[in-house]
């Protein structure tokens, strides 16, 4: 069984890509289940009703965030009442929403978790801890973690204590894709991060010329969507939905 990963998708162009492209790419890998992170798909940051049916539209099966999650108005209504929308499931108890969520594909279970990470990042609960306690309370081996998280030491850390607990560990929040995706020993897909969905000649995703002004010049500007043409960037992980194992994990970049 195959698992098309897609990392932050960002903005009106990350998703108009994924409303014209997304069934293409799934056919072309073989996609059974899509998962999309989408914690940048509104045009000022975060994720609302709207981008939120898009993505869904486009194809996606589940979309996970990360720290952006509650940027948008009516984020209580959006996360409490959609099953398939995750956030980060280390926020403290009393927010909305969900951090896993299960769903069936071809007879097998198949369970997401959201989670962020804690380092150079807010103080939210420990990923680790929370993580060992969600996974607990599942009832099936076929587990797939977007870890949202900056510190790449972090990410991998955490892979390494999930090894040979869920199918994959897939790190998301940088926006650019990293070349060092492996099986780990006991069987769990890992990348550090899987990338970014919007416009390619950007910086993750933002205009040039506001990021130079923000970071060249500390002008204190507000981000812009770059515009010009869009490329997505992913992973998709072949696993054994009887053991939870991976078989493989590849990644993809589409333009
Ligand atoms: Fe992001
Ligand atoms: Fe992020």
Redesign the pocket.
């Known amino acids: 069984m195959k698992l098309l990963f897609i990392g932050?998708t960002v903005g009106r162009n990350g998703c108009d890509y994924l409303f014209y492209n997304l069934r293409k790419i799934k056919e072309k890998h073989g996609a059974d289940i899509t998962v999309i992170n989408g914690?940048?798909a509104h045009e000022h940051n975060g994720i609302d009703e709207k981008t939120a049916e898009t993505i869904f539209n486009a194809g996606a099966d589940i979309i996970t965030?990360?720290?952006?999650c509650f940027r948008q108005k009516g984020f209580n209504n959006l996360f409490e009442h959609t099953a398939n929308l995750l956030r980060p499931a280390n926020f403290p108890d009393g927010n909305p929403g969900r951090g896993v969520c299960t769903i069936n594909v071809n007879g097998f279970k198949i369970a997401v978790i959201n989670m962020?990470g804690t380092v150079f990042m807010s103080p939210l609960d420990n990923p680790f801890t929370t993580a060992e306690r969600i996974i607990k309370t599942l009832d099936t081996k076929n587990i797939f973690i977007d870890f949202?998280a900056?510190a790449t030491a972090e990410k991998k850390t955490f892979a390494f204590t999930q090894d040979g607990l869920v199918t994959a560990v897939i790190g998301?929040?940088?926006?650019v894709q990293t070349a060092d995706e492996q099986i780990l020993p006991n069987g769990t897909a890992y990348i550090t991060d899987a990338g970014m969905c919007g416009t390619e000649n950007s910086v993750l995703g933002m205009d040039i010329k506001t990021s130079v002004q923000k970071i060249r010049y500390h002008t204190p500007v507000s981000y812009a969507e770059a515009q010009g043409t869009s490329f997505c960037n992913g992973v998709i992980i072949d696993f054994n939905p009887e053991t939870g194992k991976a078989k493989s994990i590849k990644r993809i970049v589409e333009h």
């Open positions: 932050d914690e940048n965030t990360g720290n952006h962020l949202h900056e998301t929040h940088t926006h």
